[in-house]
């Protein structure tokens, strides 16, 4: 492939504007403009996009029978050179929408130069972006669905076992680690629905805009806007060319996918130190230290936290190109691809990798269980035992919290003093016993194993709803 630019002349010299411009593009001005290594991506939709406007443009009588023929039978062999990988990309092509105009030219001769009527790059660009955005978003959705069934399966494995639940990363209750687990899949299930209600806010067509205007010739807006698939068109033909909206909105919906990732990420490294303990990664999703011998490190969890950091950038760098955009289109919403493909790019190689390293890592149900029955832990049962004998929780926080003093200054353990105190006694010393505090929270949506078997049914049936709508998206 060469790659070309938006200004490289043809075969004569001649640039897209060559009739206006007396001289030719300078170098410097190629090398910086070019869009075709990465707008390449976009040539399945650019050829989807120019099917449509050949019917629409035979709709409007401009093009005959004939001529249509010809055009579609050149996109069917452009699409064909595309994919096999055998298409010549020439010095005079200026992008992809270029690239695949002047070889629809060079096959179906006359008819082809026909093609762009009453369309220009701008609304072609557009309507290429969102017939990229809506696909990319169900892909990357499904892949969240993905990771979601791999937290569900194992938050059912799971079972019984119970982890610290921390607060300001200092233990405070035990919860199931079913709960733990689902708890990442809820914030995902959010990000499902946010991707989906993304790509209904890109189902707008914004063909025959034209440059900005719309046009004096017969076409027909809302019909290729159906032809392609698109369930609204366009009110405005400066908003439908200049509006990136929706290249906004997934790269925020993508950075807080990363966010979220990041966090399971952040508690995969904690949780997989001997400090933890809580976590032994597969030998297939870890890596080894080129130094250190004994080493295995949680490489995919790390590059999930550090990546979202690039997630968020490219989130800041399409708000900070579009805010200062007079109307219509501009150069500078050539900006919006990079981030956009890459962004997508990325989610989708770390929802893959970590689906795979929490599908494979053996949960050390013991530790979990020794860190989470320190007796300290029941604390919160304690206070409220006494509250349901008719204490205020004011007056119940105070007396276990002296009794937790007591304790920690070495003045008996948890258990003799509970026992001992009158409020309390040997019964409320059983609450202190391995495994009995988690099984007191029972409220909906709480962290004992009869909330978190509710919990697991909605979830799984939530999974289940949104298999549906990502699948008929
Ligand atoms: N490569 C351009 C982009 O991505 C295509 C549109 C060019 N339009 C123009 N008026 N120069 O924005």
């Given at each position: ?8 002349p ?13 001289g ?26 120019s099917?449509?406007?050949v ?19 050149a ?55 969102r ?41 405070a209750?035990?919860?199931l ?17 946010r ?7 890109a ?11 719309g ?28 509006d ?63 990546r ?54 053996r949960?050390e ?15 919160t049962?304690?206070?409220e ?89």
């Amino acid at each position: 492939m060469t790659e070309a630019d938006d200004a490289a002349p043809d075969a004569e010299g001649r640039t897209l504007w060559h009739g206006r411009f007396a001289g030719g593009p300078a170098e410097e001005l190629l090398a910086y403009t070019v869009s075709l290594p990465y707008d390449r991506r976009l040539a399945a939709d650019d050829i989807q996009g120019s099917r449509a406007h050949v019917r629409g443009l035979v709709r409007g009588g401009i093009l005959d029978g004939d001529e249509a023929a010809a055009v579609l039978a050149a996109l069917d062999e452009v699409e064909d050179e595309l994919a096999a990988g055998r298409f010549a990309f020439a010095a005079s092509d200026e992008d992809i929408h270029t690239a695949v105009e002047r070889r629809v030219t060079e096959l179906a001769g006359a008819p082809g130069a026909k093609l762009h009527t009453g369309r220009s790059r701008n609304d072609q660009v557009a309507t290429d972006l969102r017939l990229y955005v809506k696909r990319a978003l169900v892909e990357v959705a499904e892949r969240v669905l993905h990771l979601q069934g791999v937290l569900l399966d194992r938050a059912r494995e799971a079972g019984d076992a119970y982890v610290p639940g921390y607060t300001h990363l200092q233990r405070a209750q035990p919860v199931l680690l079913a709960h733990h687990l689902l708890a990442h899949g809820w914030a995902l299930a959010r990000d499902v629905d946010r991707l989906l209600a993304t790509r209904a806010r890109a189902d707008v067509s914004p063909l025959g805009a034209g440059a900005l205007a719309g046009s004096s010739l017969p076409l027909d807006p809302s019909g290729t806007a159906a032809d392609l698939g698109f369930a609204a068109v366009f009110d405005n033909s400066l908003d439908a060319v200049s509006d990136r909206d929706f290249v906004a909105e997934a790269l925020f919906d993508l950075a807080l996918l990363g966010v979220h990732l990041s966090r399971i990420g952040e508690e995969v490294v904690l949780w997989s130190t001997d400090e933890f303990g809580f976590l032994k990664l597969d030998d297939a999703y870890a890596t080894g230290s080129s130094m250190l011998p004994q080493k295995k490190n949680p490489d995919i969890a790390e590059l999930a936290r550090g990546r979202s950091g690039r997630l968020i950038g490219h989130l800041t760098a399409i708000l900070t190109t579009l805010k200062g955009l007079p109307l219509a289109y501009n150069r500078d919403l050539q900006e919006d691809k990079e981030p956009l493909f890459d962004a997508v790019d990325q989610s989708a190689l770390a929802l893959g990798a970590l689906g795979g390293l929490l599908a494979t890592s053996r949960f050390e149900v013991g530790a979990m269980a020794a860190a989470a029955d320190t007796p300290y832990a029941a604390a919160t049962d304690l206070a409220e035992l006494l509250v349901e004998g008719g204490t205020p929780f004011r007056e119940a926080h105070a007396i276990v919290g002296e009794i937790v003093r007591t304790a920690l200054e070495g003045h008996g353990t948890m258990a003799d003093l509970v026992a001992a105190h009158p409020k309390l006694g040997p019964d409320a010393a059983t609450l202190l016993e391995p495994g009995v505090s988690v099984t007191r929270r029972t409220t909906r949506g709480g962290a004992g194993p009869i909330p978190v078997a509710a919990q697991l049914d909605r979830f799984a049936e939530r999974l289940r709803l949104d298999r549906e709508r990502v699948g008929g998206a």
